[in-house]
């Protein structure tokens, strides 16, 4: 059985984009799966098949080498390959070992801490491999256990079960990873995404290169940014909405010696407004939104909202002031996301330096013909 699809839908694998939307599916088998795909000039390569998601094809293979389980168990073993070196540098560490798409695995997330896996299944057609990946996994890296934590709200839209269930081994609900000179617990169970962002790893390492006296850390979910600049400033405020993230991120602190990080349970955007009218003032601050664009549709309202809370931000630094500012939605775009911070700039009146222009860690593998795939943007800026 194979999936056949229009010459658009390959022209865009021709262009190794790895997405065909339903509308350019001609004729596929019934039910979701690992198939061929062909268009009108034959063979293109092997893909999740999901008939009923809007993306039905998402490619893992552009050759057709061997069976599509092979295929993807070998995709599934380069990916963990790539980022054996790094574990063994820092067993204690938190890493992503497959990063969907970017490691030609889409629907599949795995990321490890200190020892313990966790995996998110994504997709239908995978759905039924979640067993052989398990296995698979566990013969590739010496881990105590397997968690997968099966509760994204994408998941409905494929008609699979929130679950979060151990596939193997043991895992314990708290987790102490290390980043650097900080350690900080995950809760693999109960926490956001698969436990922690791991994302942003490199980017709060790089924020030790700044000291001074009072750093702000919004959207700070168990103190990850905070915990860092604590070692580097004399003072600092932790922000966020989610109490359960922010009393970890006192424990953190506690575990780490550090008794200069103020938590508050707030929205950040009437936190920053509280901020700007009492005149505030600090010297470094990091903005690490959610994703406020969750589509195309939401990107006109998202853009507001993140110029409003750098607006804001800008306003709180004084000459010399360190903007750390992130957006994680791929729908704003680089240039967009660049575009939105010289507009905030402009409209709080003030001259700002890039520092650095920076992204997701390496951990999360960008691919040049899928846009999508990167997501993260992370300028650092300065006040002059
Ligand atoms: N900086 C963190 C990740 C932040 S994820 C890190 O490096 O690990 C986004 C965080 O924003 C989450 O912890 C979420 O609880 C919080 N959040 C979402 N909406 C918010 C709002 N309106 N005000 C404050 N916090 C919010």
Redesign the pocket.
Known sequence: MKVLISARGAGRLMARHPWVYKSDVVEGPPAPGLYPVAGPKGTLGLALYNPASEISVRVFSFEELGSPEETLLHNLRQAIARRKAAIAAEPEGAFRLVHAEGDLLPGLVLDYYAGHGVLQVGSAALEPMTALLAKAIRNELPLQGLLAKNNQKSRALEGLPLEVRPLWGRVPERVEVREGPVRYQVDLWEG?KTG??ID?RDN?LRLRAFQGNIALDV???HG??ALHLAQRFEQVVA????AA?LKRAEENARANGLDNLVTLE????EFLRAEEKRRARYDLIVL???AFAKGKRDLERAYAAYKEINLRALKLLPRGGILATASCSHHLTEPLFYQMLSEAAADAHKSVRVVERRGQGWDHPVLLNVPETHYLKFAILEVL
């Open positions: 956001q922690a962002y942003q709060r959207f700070s979910y990850s940014f922000v966020d909405s989610s993230a707030a929205n950040a955007f690490d939104p959610p």
